[in-house]
């Protein structure tokens, strides 16, 4: 099993966590709602989770134009 994160936004492969590096439990994904996990966690028939998460350039570009937030996406 892998963890692998994705930007929400352009879709790119933000990083992975092998399992043997840690235990998903101790990444606090119990701590979310089940709305929060519906929109944020998916898991894959391997047993990889897929987290939604916002790369550092679109968090960047975020800050800059909150009005951006609004949109359902910004990435032409």
């Known amino acids: 099993m892998a963890i692998h994160y994705r930007c929400r936004h352009c879709k790119t492969h933000v990083g992975t966590i092998d399992h043997h590096t840690v235990n998903a439990a101790h990444l606090g994904f119990e701590t979310l709602s089940s709305e929060e996990r519906q929109e944020l966690l998916s898991y894959k028939e391997n047993g990889d989770i ?20 609004t ?3 910004f990435i032409q």
Do not use: N
């Open 50 to 69: 897929e987290v939604t998460t916002t790369c550092e350039d679109c968090q960047d570009t975020l800050e800059r134009y909150p009005e951006y937030h």
């Open 71 to 73: 949109l359902k996406s």
